[in-house]
DNA sequence: ACATAAAACGAACGGTCGTGCTATTATGGA
DNA sequence: TCCATAATAGCACGACCGTTCGTTTTATGT
């Protein structure tokens, strides 16, 4: 790896740490460049734009995401485990200390989701694809037989990630201490309705 | 209300709108006066700094929430039909054309919890009276039989602001139309089992 | 109608922002 | 070791930021 290169991954990884905390708007390429002493036209050149620098500590983000929480998570068994290994590892994620802020896929949607642009583009698509990862492992569990076949995938990805942002919530702004217990047991709660026999409440 | 009242407050309904979309730290002063044909002094002489600005954006948004979801949905009787107002109301509320970039306490939620200040202390107290509503509204339905006494009011609460936030999620950013029949099959799901037999799944 | 107070204005402040240019320094292959 | 190239620094730019101040316009109460 070139000189240029490691000085550019510095950048990103301290660029990454910081608009978790600030947002990915809140970048400042002057701070940035007083923090990692480096000049800012300096800092500047490695990215044409900061648009483009945005648009790779989002990249940086979903690697660090993908062999940190996906990739080791589907490594676990079909249905129940592997989703687990899904939660579990996001709960990890979120409170990581390169991620002072929390998840950054998290602030940067409720910071880009009305900003049109490559950004928000961009965004969409790492969301998009974390939502399909939890709604496939689903769909394996239900071809196992360990899930109900009426089941939704994408129902249960959209509740699971509900969880995963209410935990956000609780515990960064309301510092719940437990808010992580009650978002494991509501995730526990919705593996049970995804294994056990079709539940037709009593009407 | 005198001259001053009346333009305060129209300055109040802009930034809120304003700030929905690019964020409370994102309103400008200089860009809200233009909108509104007054000149950045004169508007900025209502409030004495931003900091304050942004404090009084909250204070209006959270008395227009209670307005049109707190208190109607208030009147709806103990138990499943206060809740299921209150949650449907909140929709209501998300996408409510005054608030262009939704529940403005959703974004400020994920731009401010990491900013220590008076603004963040003022989002936490609002989001908590917010899960407050939830749960007391939890309580009353368990006091009247409505729902199973086991049940946690505030585990009910956050879960069910997890479905609200990924409603937030699905239909902002991914912009995906099930998105709201989803946020509202999970709700009922919720309430089936706050209503149902206690549920011990088969281990 | 007038005096007084409230409200809005215009100009300017010191800063910081992202972004160009041009020069200088360091790096790495021949 | 030399040289082409890559990496960084320095400086300046126009724009916008929140904020202050002194002035002028407008509204209010009698």
Known sequence: MSKGDTTRQAILERALS????????GISIGRLADDLALSKSGLFAHFRSK?????????????QFVDSVVRPALKEPRGEPRLRALFER????????SLPGGCI??????????????????????????????ATATRAGQESGAFRGELDPEQLAQEAYGLMLSYHLFARLLRDPQGEARARAGFEAL?????????????
Chains 1, 2 share one sequence.
């Open 191 to 203: 593996l049970a309705r995804a294994v056990g026999p079709a539940r037709t409440p009593a009407k």
């Open 90 to 97: 996001w709960l990890v994620w979120a409170r990581s200390q």
């Open 105 to 134: 896929f998290v602030s940067a949607t409720m910071e880009m989701d009305d900003r049109p642009g490559p950004v928000r583009d961009a965004l969409a698509r790492y969301q998009q694809d974390w939502i399909n990862v939890l």
């Open 18 to 25: 910081m608009s978790s905390v600030i947002g990915l708007e």
């Open 51 to 63: 648009e483009a620098l945005q648009l790779q500590v989002l990249e940086v983000a979903a690697q």
